[in-house]
């Protein structure tokens, strides 16, 4: 079945304890990307990836790193989680850039 | 950055009643999409939208794609249950970036 599946589905954490949530996609597709979902503001990109080894920001990348080792892994990183980065996450994936994604189940993410 | 306006918020219609939505942008997209997130899932595309101008069914749902690039509508007609859920537009001006709106939350009463 062609999916994209993310890990943990649900997570409390501490301020400033470092977190990985990981993405993985295997429908062989280039283009990957993280997205935050917050009440009233819709989705909003954090970083994308278009390819291997090629990773930009995207509106909202403050506190967060990616990477993109292989194609189909694009795991979020949280060096230092702070409250505000307290929200619904999804990652993404599409074969022909942003344009048609295919969207993970989510990852709830609780920083106190 | 960019922003979409989406509206309504929020709908509370009755099941077999026709709904509309739309989103406006002050800036052109070459692409508009519209995607639906049933309650603790991810989005999921429901019409994809690349000509200006177009219009574009899927099922009771039809989208266009405004001809100024500025702006898309979603009609979905003779309501069901199962459409309850929050929609989503989103532009795109190139192969990077998607930007979405703030959602419609649909509620139907049966």
């Known amino acids: 079945e062609a999916q994209v599946t993310q890990n943990p589905r649900y997570l409390i954490t501490v301020t400033g304890k470092k977190l990985t949530v990981t993405c993985s996609q295997n429908?062989?597709?280039?283009?990957m990307s993280w997205y935050r979902q917050d009440p009233g503001l819709g989705l909003r990109q954090i970083y994308y990836?278009?390819?291997?080894?090629?990773?930009d920001k995207g509106d909202v990348p403050e506190g967060y790193k990616v990477s993109r080792k292989e194609k189909r892994n694009f795991p979020l990183i949280l060096e230092s989680p702070s409250p505000n980065q307290t929200s619904l996450y999804f990652c993404?994936?599409?074969?022909?850039?942003?344009?048609?994604?295919?969207f993970g189940p989510g990852t709830r993410l609780t920083v106190t | 950055g960019q922003q979409l306006n989406q509206s309504p918020q929020s709908m509370f219609i009755q099941e077999g009643e026709d709904v509309s939505m739309n989103c406006t942008s002050s800036s052109i997209f070459n692409t508009w999409l519209w995607y639906k997130q049933d309650p603790g899932e991810g989005p999921v595309l429901l019409i994809a939208?690349?000509?200006?101008?177009e219009l574009t069914s899927n099922g009771r749902l039809t989208a266009q794609f405004g001809i100024t690039r500025k702006d898309s509508f979603l009609n979905i007609s003779a309501s069901i249950p199962s459409d309850v859920g929050i929609y989503f537009c989103?532009?795109?001006?190139?192969?990077?970036?998607?930007?979405f709106g703030q959602g419609t939350r649909l509620t139907i009463n049966p």
């Open positions: 429908m062989n597709h280039e283009y």
């Open positions: 989103a532009g795109s001006q190139g192969a990077q970036k998607l930007v």
């Open positions: 939208l690349y000509k200006a101008g």
């Open positions: 990836s278009m390819n291997v080894e090629v990773t």
């Open positions: 993404a994936s599409g074969q022909s850039g942003a344009y048609e994604q295919y």
